[in-house]
């Protein structure tokens, strides 16, 4: 088992206090916290190697591109992809979708075809398709949802033809926590010759991921909700699927060769190789270096064990919620086996920003809200949820607390 | 000459259905700002002393000892910010 009393010792940030109360970080599906191993490799970097990266001469701006690199291959290893060509970093999640929607689906997507995403996606695996759709004029099937907020795998097997381009799914959904079978519907989306894109921003953090074994076409996620910082993200993509689609963004980094043709009065241009060709402009440096390093931390823990301790500590918060509060609503399936760490709740009578609020106070912090989950929020007839959601560093002591905050707020 | 400014910290509007304001309030201000608004209000209900839902003229509102505070129902800023400054000037 992970011990997350040595694990806390890590995260300077959990020794504050907001209100005189201890703080007690129950909202990690949003953002996690950082150690100081991710901290101080920063730091390093930033005063010890910092420059910019590729095609310069001097000793530092070799420095930096090799670690830029070397945080491509960690990556890539830690999703088992078959190296950095497949590693595109981005800012994050949301630039991933998009560098899809826009690189892939602006010229691949016509009249005739159709994009299948769930409802229970976050808005960023939806608004890129909504706007793509209404550029190119394809049609969008949304999946329907069950009661208790799992994927309606029927309904999916329904809108599935052979119409359908590309499957936009998240592996775990960042409001119920409930972990999406990806493999089948991988499988399901490439008998129709359709790809799929997962979105990995609340798994990747939290399980082991095989890109592989799931055969996504695409994955995206983000370094800030695995102990990196902000500001970096990758998009995982197959090789040949990459090498066949156009840049994104233009700039510097992204192009091997531009001249001028004085006879066309233009230029001629070469992309750059994989996985440059995607990350236009000088990259993010330093947070490339932060996530490495929060790879290597999460790698040093295992990948099982932040899994198991994150299904302990959701079935124990379950069971004490349960136990402790009469008014008190758990969304979704309360089934461990097909979660991962987040709880979405509320408490009769009162706003799920209530309930945040209640417990700000005494120095517990979750999230309440939509959670950029609006049309998951209007199937499952709820107006907002509150939501607490767990990582590394949490511990039972920490739920204790937080069940009788929340009995204190029922008990008027 | 204080104004708003002394005491609000910043304005958001939260998501979700209800479509509700948070004011939050500056934090070293936050002890004066409760006094202030549990005396010129009516107080309908409190929680364990941290929440209270409060009445203020046409308005209900809830106050958090934290320093924080929700609206709801109002159609614009200038509407908010007139009814924070008959709270608070």
């Known amino acids: ?412 | 000459m204080v104004s708003l400014d002394d005491y609000v910290a910043r304005v958001e509007g939260t998501c979700g259905k209800e479509k509700d304001v948070i004011v939050f309030f500056r934090y070293e201000k936050k002890d004066e700002v409760v006094k202030k608004i549990l005396e010129r209000s009516v107080l309908k209900k409190s929680i364990a002393g941290i929440i209270f839902e409060l009445a203020f003229k046409d308005h209900s509102f809830r106050l958090y000892s934290s320093g924080k505070s929700i609206f709801r129902g109002f159609e614009n800023k200038e509407e908010l910010n007139s009814l924070l400054s008959q709270l608070l000037l």
């Open chain 1, 1 to 412: 088992m992970l011990d997350p009393y040595t694990i806390r010792k890590d995260f300077p940030i959990l020794k504050r206090k907001i209100n005189n109360h201890v703080l007690t970080y129950f909202d990690n599906a949003a953002t996690s916290q950082k150690p100081i191993q991710v901290i101080g490799a920063m730091r390093d970097y930033y005063e010890h190697h910092n420059a910019n990266v590729h095609r310069a001469v001097h000793t530092l701006s070799q420095e930096a591109s090799e670690l830029y690199e070397e945080s491509h291959r960690e990556v890539s290893k830690f999703i088992n992809a078959n190296g950095i060509e497949e590693v595109v970093f981005v800012r994050g999640t949301t630039e991933a979708i998009n560098l899809v929607a826009y690189a892939w689906g602006l010229r691949a997507l016509n009249k005739d075809d159709e994009v299948i995403v769930s409802l229970m996606e976050h808005h960023s695996n939806i608004i890129p398709w909504e706007i793509m759709s209404r550029l190119r004029g394809f049609r969008i099937r949304y999946v329907e949802v069950n009661a208790d907020g799992t994927l309606n795998y029927k309904c999916f097997e329904e809108l599935i033809s052979k119409k359908t381009r590309i499957v936009c799914l998240s592996h775990v959904s960042n409001v119920t926590g409930i972990v999406n079978d990806v493999k089948r519907v991988s499988r399901l989306a490439h008998e129709h010759d359709a790809l799929i894109l997962v979105d990995g921003a609340q798994s990747v953090p939290h399980m082991q991921v095989d890109v592989k074994d799931l055969d996504a076409d695409f994955m995206a996620f983000s370094g800030h909700k695995m102990l990196g910082p902000t500001g970096i993200g990758v998009l995982y993509g197959k090789k040949e699927i990459l090498e066949k689609m156009e840049p994104f963004q233009g700039g510097g980094e992204m192009i091997r060769e531009v001249s001028f043709d004085s006879r066309r009065k233009r230029c001629s241009i070469t992309w750059n190789v994989l996985p440059w060709k995607f990350e236009a402009g000088t990259p993010n440096v330093g947070g490339a270096v932060g996530l490495m390093r929060a790879v290597e931390y999460l790698k040093d823990i295992g990948m099982i064990k932040v899994k198991s301790h994150e299904q302990m500590l959701t079935k124990y918060a379950l069971n004490r919620m349960g136990d402790c509060c009469r008014s008190l609503e758990v969304y979704g399936t309360k089934d461990t086996s097909l979660k991962c760490g987040i709880i979405p709740f509320g408490l009769a009578g009162l706003s799920s920003h209530d309930i945040a609020l209640y417990l700000d106070y005494y120095g517990i912090m979750i999230r309440s809200g939509f959670h950029c989950a609006q049309p998951l929020h209007e199937l499952l007839k709820l107006n907002s949820s509150a939501r607490a959601s767990f990582y590394v560093y949490n511990t039972r002591e920490e739920i204790d607390r937080f069940v009788e905050v929340l009995r204190e707020l029922e008990e008027p």
